[in-house]
């Protein structure tokens, strides 16, 4: 919806989304945030759960 995101797959392949852009990432990926962003989401509860929760982890640490 805003911002700026950089994804890196497994592979060390690149994406850049901007605001408004659609985009599908691959399981495997890590996330870059390029300018302050706000974004809509739609994955699978279950294993979007996982993800949540340990990026959660990882920011108590």
């Known amino acids: 919806m805003r911002g700026q995101l950089t994804t890196t797959d497994v592979g060390g392949a690149q994406e850049t989304v901007n605001a408004n852009d659609l985009f599908y990432w691959p399981p495997g990926h890590n996330v870059k945030v390029d300018a302050d962003a706000e974004i809509v989401m ?3 509860q279950r294993e979007h759960s ?3 929760n340990h990026m959660i982890e990882k920011v108590k640490s």
Request: net charge neutral.
């Open 42 to 44: 739609f994955s699978p």
């Open 50 to 52: 996982h993800v949540i």
